[in-house]
Antibody, heavy 118, light 110 residues
Framework: EVQLVQSGAEVKKPGESLKISCKGS????????IGWVRQMPGKGLEWMGI????????RYSPSFQGQVTISADKSISTAYLQWSSLKASDTAMYYC???????????WGQGTLVTVSS | NFMLTQPHSVSESPGKTVTISCTRS????????VQWYQQRPGSSPTTVIY?????PSGVPDRFSGSIDSSSNSASLTISGLKTEDEADYYC?????????FGGGTKLTVL
């Protein structure tokens, strides 16, 4: 069974750093792109970027380029999303999802809620 | 890049049929596949239509997708509405490896 399991909710202060994770299982982790999607409170889905764990090829949405870093450790089948300096506006639910051919996202993680507040 | 525009909300009665549109702002809707996701409150999105009109296993055939090049739009049609279909629905397409989501449509079944 394909699963993407994300790390737990985080509460941080502005200026702090953070790295959240997404662990894949039940399939060949290095053969599929993993993407990250933001959903701010009460708002829609926003595409952040994507990584191919097989070779760490990474692409960012122009809106998120330079704001976050996407990485992966294929030895433990885990993708990451990280911030070096959080802002209150980073408060959101973050989902990872597996991208398949046709650019569909067929499996999603359960989401990681990030709250940034002083 | 382009935008995908959806109606903010739609409502319909149980047993009826509803269609949600998704209009692409530039470039041809037919040039890249369109997907549709359902998101119930407090849950992760799930795919109800992929590659314009394909249904994943487990999605009832009450859900169907289509594209219309004349209006440069995609549509999600749900027939025989059930209260469990009440959710947010998002269309999604892509260009040059960048995925684009529509703003989402809240479907109310009343």
């Amino acid at each position: 069974e394909v699963q993407l399991v994300q790390s737990g909710a985080e509460v941080k202060k502005p200026g702090e750093s953070l790295k959240i994770s997404c662990k894949g299982s039940g399939y060949s982790f290095t053969s599929y792109w993993i993407g990250w999607v933001r959903q701010m409170p009460g708002k829609g889905l926003e595409w952040m970027g994507i990584i191919y764990p097989g070779d760490s090829d990474t692409r960012y949405s122009p809106s998120f380029q330079g704001q976050v870093t996407i990485s992966a450790d294929k030895s433990i089948s885990t993708a990451y999303l990280q911030w070096s300096s959080l802002k209150a506006s980073d408060t959101a639910m973050y989902y990872c999802a597996r991208r398949v051919r046709g650019y569909s996202l067929d499996y999603w993680g359960q989401g990681t809620l990030v709250t940034v507040s002083s | 890049n382009f935008m995908l525009t959806q109606p903010h909300s739609v409502s319909e009665s149980p047993g009826k049929t509803v269609t949600i549109s998704c209009t692409r702002s530039s470039g041809s809707i037919a040039s890249n596949y369109v997907q549709w996701y359902q998101q119930r409150p407090g849950s992760s999105p799930t795919t109800v239509i992929y590659e314009d009109n394909q249904r994943p296993s487990g999605v009832p055939d009450r859900f169907s997708g289509s594209i219309d090049s004349s209006s440069n739009s995609a549509s999600l049609t749900i027939s025989g509405l059930k209260t469990e279909d009440e959710a947010d629905y998002y269309c999604q397409s892509y260009d040059s490896s960048i995925l684009v989501f529509g703003g989402g449509t809240k479907l109310t079944v009343l």
